[in-house]
């Protein structure tokens, strides 16, 4: 496909990660149209166009729909019905509707792992929280909703039977509890022509509360074998889905060596903010380029870093603002990005700061640093 | 001064410059408004607010800064009476009216390093041609328009009499011709705060035609004790001027390893382009700090780079296309950045392209082969 700079494309979603695919789409001079919920999302002011309305709703999706030659997603809580509905018109559906669908439920997610032979962790399928309450010799688990889970709701930790009234009683899974020793996202774009990539691993660090990446080093310090099993699995999983975009693939590392996907996002992810400032092509860039057809880029690490999110402060909500950022942007290396959002509430992800330096022990010490002094406050 | 988001900042000038400082300023969640002629402007649909108007006239710069608190400039041209009376009224201008002034007319320029004893090519102020004409014994000279050049206008070559009629006929200088042997240029900041870094030194690579800068490479390769004396000089010619913001410090290596001061520009520059991919932090965002009275980044390369200027194709004038877009995209560490104009002229900027490579030598053969490959036709 020759590059076209009048093509239009539209995108679901108009939060962080379409804000940052708004800003690497403006180096190509294209122009993106974004639908959201929020009249206020971090999009509302630097899209193209902003419409505000239901990603969830068939009619809104479809009538929004129709000008664009291509459409994409910077979530996945979206209306695929519309989107099969709008392919059917002829328009290029990036990631494809069928791949969303597979991925917006957890448990066709871990069923088709299961059928192409990518390792995941054992699971059972339940109905509700009765069925739960039947496997007591599979716990400790993770009880994750089949539907509408992200960021850390839609699961809960079931180590006994104690635990069971936390159990959802909606459909889901039941997923064996792994004693992993690393958390680990490669993300792979595939283009429409084909091409493949893999961004280098990057190591996540969970808040151990809220279940959200605290922070995240990127390249993940991996053993060579395990760092090559882990492309070989997220790579597999791409081309078995048959993904055109990103696609981001959380694995978990065990103490044993063994390298199992957690569950795969088909868009811009949280584990690939730091490719803005640290790799050759950032994940947004690549995504332009694998929707668009153009040459997908280098992905490889100009140098070591660490992502930290920058969450609203518990205990706050109102007006945002930003206490220590003056110290914060004393440290070299760092890079402040925030999302726009004009009030906080406790653990919203208000932006997130990136810090690049060739020092692995530095970068731990200033995102530590960056994480005890930036707080969004109210 | 604390942080604050809501600070309403104008700019002057609403051209590709503009449009980066833009980019940057979303990753602050700053809000820019900016003033341009021309409606059609690479910012007119980036911009929070963007309003045509000339940039020269006093009305109209005045009403246009009412509601600002701090003001900047991206095009030095611009109405400095209406700044002063702006500044009068207790808004911060920065860079100061008064450096602009004096930037302004190349006469005033070079008369400023002459009494504060930075090292600059010989002069004389010349009124009008019959001027130029009673210097023959000074050619050859370049022959240089004290205000309104820019972009290799205003500047003429005087090799001897037989060039006499393509001196200017209005006030201007002669300049002793600089058999030099680089040119290359250092970005200052300074910021509201007093704090002062330099970025490494850049070298430019002219079009021999055109006089306007065709591919650029950073860092500059300088014997160490060179590279340390032309940083000396920016510094002191940022001091000396007591600029608030970013200076652009232009600068000739002789053959006998003299550096001296060609021209200054008071804004981020075509020289600095290339800090938004291989520095730690770009030179918009350190305008941005520098204005704002924030800690100033750290200014190092991540990588060494070259920069490429896309230029109109000669004998090409309308709608433009990107000709060899995706075969350039193939290269490794190519980041492509078209500035949005519609319609393409002969050597209009375009966009431009940036290339990291940790390799010098394949960094020149990118670069060619971009500035071969890569053509903006109608």
Redesign the interface.
Known sequence: M??Q?DIQIGVLGGGQLG?MLL?AA????L?LHMLDPDPQAPCH??A?RFTPGALTDYETVLAWGQPFDVITIEIENVNVDALRELERQGKKIYPQPDVIALIQDKRTQKQFYQERGIPTAPFILTENRQEVSEHLHFLPAMHKLGREGYDGRGVQKIGGKADLHKAFDKPGLLEKLIDFEKEIAIIVARSSTGEVKAFPAVEMVFHPEHNLVEYLFAPASLQQHISRKAEEIALKVAQELNIIGLLAVEMFVTHQGDVLVNEVAPRPHNSGHQTIEAN??SQY?QHL?AILG??L??T?C??PSAMVNLLGEAGHSGP?R?AG??QV??L?????????KKITKPFRKM?HVTI?DSSPERLREKARFVKDTLKVIA
Do not use: T
Not at 26 to 29: A, E, L, T
Not at 332 to 340: D, K, N, R, T
């Open positions: 020759a590059f700079q804000r800003q403006i180096d190509f001079n122009e002011q630097l193209s050759y092509s860039e380029r153009l040459p880029g280098d490889a100009k140098l945002a930003y950022l003056e942007l004393e070299s290396g760092v890079h402040i990005h925030l999302y726009g932006g690049v």
